[in-house]
């Protein structure tokens, strides 16, 4: 007799964006779709239905007692390192006889970096060179600098063989430098024309805003050509990396980056957060009676 493999959760963000929930949730549809081997169900950590909780009761109430939990976000910030975990403990103890595993975020992984570039292409056409464009690579931004840090990898890791004059970073919120600061510093570094890529998986409300500041700053600076390029989207890379990120869980190989990770190591301004216990967000969606329930604090990811 063969034991059944653990199921799939998919974690997402949320966002007040129906089409970015709407795009979540068919994602996890076709995925369910292409492995009918193996229960796949997703949730989301706040703002959007359904809660990662009903996720989980779904899947325990179609039989599962094991599942391998995937955070469908490209970098490791605060949702990933605390919020996820702290749910899935939560979960363990609504429904007591469950196990599971934790993966890791997507990072900057050769496959969403070939759609990034495709991405790219489709919006330069061939009229322009590479070599006559500078990309700016524009961020969620995070209180977390391992999570920006995150995001300059990418923009490095982007830049390295692909032959564009540069590749800048920027960020749509929390962090520095913003979308109109990282549009100016590309033309003082000399960029004649500029291509603004958003690092997000689905369109939302701060994909839109990335959009509407690159329009704001473009009819601002007419000498500077700008173009707003795509978000990744469902593609077939992002598919197959959730798979990927599902094999590892199951297997067990994390290689979860501790190295400059805010709540085990004292970065200059943040020493406060070292050691610091992660709490489950409460998503509005969730049942009332367990808003007033309190589990343990949940550990931070890297400690399991």
Known sequence: MTTAPPALLIAGHGTRDEAGAGAFRDF???????????P?????????????????TGLVERGVTRFAAVPLMLVSAGHAKGDIPA????????????????????????????????????????????????VLL???????????AEVYKAARLFWEGR??????????SLAAPDVPGGLDRCTKLGAKHIVVLPYFLFTGILPDRVR??????????????????DVIGPTEELM???????????KGDLRMNCDSCVYRIALPGFEDKVGAPQQPHFHPDDDGHHHHHHPHPGSHAHAH
């Open 40 to 56: 796949v169900a997703g949730g989301f950590i706040e703002l959007s239905p359904p809660p990662l909780g009903d996720a989980v």
């Open 212 to 229: 509407q500041q690159t329009r704001d700053w473009a009819e601002a600076h007419p000498a500077t050509g700008v173009t707003s390029a």
């Open 87 to 134: 749910a899935l403990t939560r979960e363990k103890e609504r429904h007591p006889g469950i196990s599971y595993t934790y993966g890791r975020p997507l990072g900057p992984h050769p496959g969403l970096l070939a759609v990034l570039e495709r991405r790219v292409d489709e919006v330069l056409g061939d009229d322009l060179d590479r070599s006559e464009v500078t």
């Open 240 to 250: 197959d990396l959730v798979m990927e990120r599902y094999r590892e869980a199951v």
């Open 163 to 172: 032959g564009y004059a540069g590749v800048e970073t920027a960020f749509v």
């Open 28 to 38: 996890v549809e076709e995925l369910g779709r292409r492995h009918p081997e193996l």
């Open 138 to 148: 524009v961020g969620r931004g995070s209180t977390d600098p391992d999570a920006n």
